[in-house]
């Protein structure tokens, strides 16, 4: 069951960075700045970070579906609703202590992206 997450994943993560790409290479174009921004400030990498609490709340939202009903939360009618914001704040928490990586593999593929290719 985690093999095909993973793999829509990945799929997803492709798209996300070829679409990051193609708008962060438009703006570079339009705007040209000889400052770069600050990491927090700049919108490839807030978008990377995105993307990856959106994969770790639908990963960890597999997890909790497949734990049960079991638990503190349990099945009392509104647990759906609790579940759900747990989870995207479990999610969101992750990303922003560091994550799991995935942003900034996606934050590191815009860029050379963005670079355009390379003839060496």
Avoid: C, W
Wanted: charged share 15%; aromatic share 4%.
């Amino acid at each position: 069951m985690v093999a095909p997450l993973a793999l829509i994943g990945l799929q997803v993560a492709g798209s996300v960075i070829s679409q990051i790409g193609n708008a962060a290479g438009k703006a570079a174009a339009a705007k040209p700045s000889a400052v770069a921004k600050p990491p927090g400030q700049d919108p490839a990498r807030k978008t990377a970070q995105d993307f990856e609490s959106m994969f770790l709340e639908q990963s960890l939202n597999t997890a909790m579906q497949a734990a049960g009903e079991d638990g503190p939360l349990g099945d009392n009618g509104t647990s759906g609703i609790h579940r759900s914001m747990l989870v995207d704040h479990y999610a969101k928490q992750i990303s922003k202590a560091g994550g799991v990586g995935i942003a900034d593999q996606i934050y590191r593929s815009v860029l050379q992206l963005q670079e355009g290719p390379t003839h060496g």
